[in-house]
């Protein structure tokens, strides 16, 4: 497994879709994960250190899992299969590990919210390094203007990962 971060969360123009950049520390190994428009926004709530009036579902898992004395100890990238990626995200309760399946969009906003370390795994590194992605991507400044113009009716033909 290869800890890495967030570069960036773009938007590929051709899919209208946003994407979350992961990469490696050395920065030569980068993981596109397409992500819905709503685990986008969480996301870039917490990047960006926004202040919802009321908790999102990410803050309410978050205050949920703290009221009950457990931690998120890492997010990690499992697989990739169809273009499709799978995560997990590994809670600690008491002295009890738990491994909860989950969108890796979802692990990943739940990560930001924990400062939980995000791992992908070799296996998902090969496969999406030989995956053709083949899509523009656009910086992160595109990406906030297309949000802050959407409406809601723009959300129904827009699926999660």
């Known amino acids: ?7 960036n969360l773009a938007m590929d123009p051709i899919l209208e879709r946003p994407i979350v950049l992961l990469t490696n520390k050395s920065g030569d190994k980068v993981v596109p994960i397409w992500v819905g428009i709503f685990e986008a926004n969480a996301i870039l709530i917490e ?7 009321r908790p999102i579902t990410h803050d309410l898992m ?12 890492r997010v990690i990238v499992t697989d990739l299969k169809d273009g499709v990626y799978f995560a997990v995200m590994e809670i600690v309760h008491e002295d009890r590990k738990i491994v909860i399946d989950s969108r890796p969009s979802d692990a990943i906003a739940m990560a930001l919210r924990f400062k939980a370390p995000i791992y992908v795994t070799n296996d ?9 992605h083949g899509a523009e991507m656009v910086e ?3 990406m906030r203007k297309w949000i802050d113009q959407l409406k809601p009716g ?8």
């Open 1 to 7: 497994m290869e800890k890495m971060t967030i570069r």
């Open 47 to 53: 990047l960006e250190k926004l202040k919802a009036p």
């Open 62 to 73: 978050k205050n949920i899992l703290l009221e009950l004395k457990a931690r998120l100890k």
């Open 124 to 132: 998902v590194l090969e496969k999406s390094s030989s995956a053709d």
């Open 140 to 142: 992160d400044d595109e």
């Open 154 to 161: 723009d959300f129904e033909d827009l699926s999660s990962d």
